[in-house]
């Protein structure tokens, strides 16, 4: 049995970003963000770095649609870190309305807090200081860095990993998990210049969303098509584990989500019967709630009630 050769054009990690595939790629790319990037509020100059931040939580798992009228009502709100720090974490957990994934209204609320106590209130510039913000991992402090501060990071989200896997690798899909053979490419293709890197970052990222989806991908409007080695190899179908697929209806994330609903729309603290009734089956219910209260999302309090966290 032969080995498998390598897809047209797969590109070796250890390639510099000047090698015969980056450059091209990063001018490619580019010139199609340039025309084709979509007008969001977190990419206009007055969005700033806090805007840039918030922005990255809220898109987590997260369509831009959905976002956007929950981005422009909490940075109305609150158009400073200090502004929400200010206010109690039951408050971001609130206005996070029905995004999902609540636990990042904590954790933003949580590194607003430590930019005021730390950083004078002023999102810091440096990657090693948003790293060790509170909530923020190796992805949000890369593109924060990148997007808000035009700095030279590898940005790696979703979308971004799926134009590398198709256009680089030559595969249909990248690894469930991001794995440090994905890490060491992202850096190899980084542009030198930080401007560059920067505007790369963003564009490849744009270039995964619009063009190089999931499914349906549209290959015809890819700037990239010609050099794609998934294309070049025949487009082959994904070979790896079953891709994870995004279940809601019956799960505990629905029933969280209909507790704090209750929660979010009163004016005070909620009695247990409340909370009974918006989820008929109550082992579920009772492990949702105390789902919610271990992670910091609901207060309780004597006789029976509960709250959103006020501290």
Known sequence: MTAPTKPPHSHSADAGSDGPLGQPLHSSVIDWFDENARDLPWRRPEAGPWGVMVSEFMLQQTPVNRVLPVYEQWLTRWPRPADLAKDAPGEAVRAWGRLGYPRRALRLHGAAVAIAERHGGDVPTDHAQLLALPGIGEYTAAAVASFAYGQRHPVLDTNVRRVFARAVTGVQYPPNATT???????????????????????ASMELGALVCTAKNESCHRCPIAAQCAWQLAGKPEHEGPPRRGQTYAGTDRQ???KLLAVLRDAHGPVPQAALDRVWHEPVQRARALDGLVSDGLVEPLQGGMYR????
């Open 180 to 202: 440090a053979a994905e890490r060491k490419l992202a850096r190899a293709l980084l542009p030198d210049d930080e401007a560059t890197a920067a505007r790369w970052a963003a």
């Open 255 to 257: 029933v969280r989500g």
């Open 308 to 311: 959103l966290p006020l501290s």
